[in-house]
């Protein structure tokens, strides 16, 4: 199966009600037992510019209470485990660019291709958000403490080859073919005996999953930077794409 985000006007940001079908899908992959590896795709132009900060609903979710603003602010840790705890073999195919909570589901998925000219970007610290959705334990398995605190703290963009040097992609296609690449492999995958594959899988993520149980912790930390007035201004910047101006006074 191959799922295509499809939000081309929006650059297949993550709305709230995106990332609701998103986990609906994983929901039915997993009952599917005729499918043994899915690709996730943006598209030919861009795979996602992340967590839509312009969704109304979202918009709505950040002014609730504290209690209400962390209960629905799990719908991005949901997303992420709803697609790495998929039985089946998941491929994502990244174009273009793939920016923050979008960074978070590729790395939800068992392979990454990237287009030769695509690249990844954190940029959450940029607007005063710790990098959540359990992300950091997934990044670190892949490519190490140093280069996610680098990739995370510094925010610039990480081009294909240095994804590739790291571990985070594990294969490489020319810009327009990530998408056929994915299905290639995945093709390759499907034509193995499914129960072994799925074992695999299965033991592996056990295997790593240890560093999971800080999960709880970033979605607090998440539902409180939002809180502070860093949060207000680096939002307000990007929304009207100016450079922001951090307070630097420690409370």
């Known amino acids: 199966m191959t799922v295509r985000i499809n939000r081309p006007s929006e650059r297949n940001a993550l709305s709230t009600g995106l990332m609701k079908e998103l986990i609906g899908v994983a929901a039915e992959i997993r009952e599917d037992p005729s499918l043994i590896a899915v690709v996730l795709s943006g598209g030919n132009q861009v795979f996602s510019a992340g967590f839509d900060l312009k969704d109304p609903e979202t918009a709505s979710i950040l002014t609730q209470p504290f209690s209400v603003r962390r209960r629905r602010l799990e719908i991005g840790p949901r ?9 089946q073999v998941t491929i994502a195919a990244l174009e273009g660019y793939c920016i923050g909570g979008a960074v978070s589901l590729v790395l939800a998925c068992d ?17 005063a958000m710790n990098y959540s959705w359990g992300s950091l334990p997934r990044l670190v398995n892949l490519v190490g403490p140093a280069k996610a605190k680098e990739w995370v703290i510094l925010a610039d963009k990480v081009e294909c080859p240095e ?5 985070f992609t594990q294969w490489t296609a020319l810009p327009g073919q990530a998408e056929a690449k994915a299905q290639e492999i995945a093709q390759r995958i499907a034509a193995k005996p499914q129960a072994p594959v799925f074992m695999t899988k299965q033991t592996v993520n056990a295997l790593v999953a240890a560093n999971q149980a800080v999960g709880h912790m970033d979605l607090d930390q998440f539902a409180l930077t939002v809180l502070s007035d860093d949060f207000q201004e680096g939002l307000d910047a990007f929304l009207n794409k100016r450079k922001p101006v951090f307070n630097k006074n420690l409370p």
């Open 79 to 87: 997303l992420c485990r709803a697609w790495e705890e998929i039985p």
């Open 111 to 127: 392979f990454r291709v990237m287009a030769d000219n695509a690249f990844i970007r954190i940029p959450e610290i940029d607007l």
């Open 163 to 167: 994804a590739v040097q790291y571990g």
